[in-house]
């Protein structure tokens, strides 16, 4: 009898025990009663009847789980074969995150979600590729990604899945694409090398001729300067010399001394012929008499 007691105790403590649930943060629970769907239960510790209820699994990808993750996931993709407008031959490789927003749509409209979501996205990027050329395929990147992610996600809301990005992680024409491509690229580095070469040696010519004619200005503006200043001289000493002959009442015996010396600087230069004035037989008339007086001095 006490026997058969301890193996009822044990049997209620084991059935207790299957009826208790915990479920982690940010997971949920999808609780079938007696096959039907009887309610979701989220993170926490929650008492269930064993036998009665059960947790229904749910197949994502290649396992089987009874709690589905509500957190964001990551699906990356084995590259795909697809053909662009053009008729050209790629592989992409592309990665999508998504999100569970209804857990009982993600369990009951759709028998392998993950599998889905995987098939769906080859197709839509055949699609969207299929109506691109090449050279829009590797430009459009960001065009793409945001095409893909507007229509999984309208497609993938029926599911309950949100999807939140897609990026195409490598895009692959190829081999003799690719090889075409670099010596496109290479021409066109060295046609912009060029251009800025000769760009460069078009400012630096542009540049010294601009500086040769600044200093030819310069230095006409400043042999006029000087020539101004020469004269404004020359005219004041005259001016000065004329005042102070009038003042000093000079006689014609110092003039024609002072005419003298003109005639001496003008013979020193060279010319090699002076032309002398009409008015200098007068001085020189003076000067006899200036030595007419210094010999009666002598005497």
Do not use: C
Not at 147 to 156: M, R, V
Not at 162 to 184: C, F, G, H, S, W
Not at 210 to 219: F, N, S, T
Not at 234 to 257: L, M, P, S, W, Y
Request: charged residues 25%; aromatic residues 6%; hydrophobic residues 45%.
């Amino acid at each position: 009898m006490l026997i058969f007691l301890i193996l009822i105790v044990i049997a209620v403590l084991i059935f207790a025990l299957k009826g208790i649930i915990i479920i982690r943060q940010a997971e949920v629970a999808i609780v079938e009663r007696l096959g039907r769907y009887h309610k979701t239960i989220p993170s926490g510790l929650h008492i269930v009847w064993p036998i009665i209820d059960s947790l229904r699994p749910v197949i994502f990808g290649q396992k089987y789980v009874v709690r589905i993750d509500l957190r964001e996931q990551v699906l990356d993709f084995t590259p795909q074969t697809v053909i662009t407008k053009d008729n050209v031959t790629m592989q992409i490789d592309s990665v999508i995150y998504y999100q569970i927003t209804d857990s009982y749509k993600a369990v009951y409209e759709i028998s392998n979600l993950v599998m889905a979501i995987d098939k769906l996205t080859i197709t839509t990027l055949r699609n969207v590729i299929g109506d691109l050329t090449l050279d829009e395929t590797l430009v459009s990147r960001s065009k793409i990604n945001s095409e893909l992610q507007k229509i999984l996600d309208e497609a993938t809301d029926k599911w309950g899945v949100k999807v939140n990005r897609v990026e195409l992680k490598n895009i692959n024409p190829p081999d003799e694409i690719q090889e075409a491509m670099t010596k496109q690229m290479k021409a066109e580095r060295e046609k912009r090398s060029v251009i800025l070469l000769a760009e460069g040696d078009k400012q630096s010519k542009i540049l010294k001729a601009e500086g040769e004619k600044e200093y030819a200005i310069r230095r006409a503006e400043g042999e006029q300067q000087s020539a101004v200043l020469i004269a404004d001289g020359q005219a004041r000493a005259i001016k000065t010399v004329f005042e102070a002959i009038h003042q000093g009442k000079a006689t014609e015996d110092v003039i024609a001394i002072k005419y003298l010396e003109a005639l001496e600087k003008m013979a020193n230069g060279n010319a090699t012929k002076i032309f002398l004035p009409f008015e200098a037989t007068g001085i020189l008339s003076s000067l006899g008499s200036i030595k007419e007086i210094f010999k009666d001095e002598a005497k």
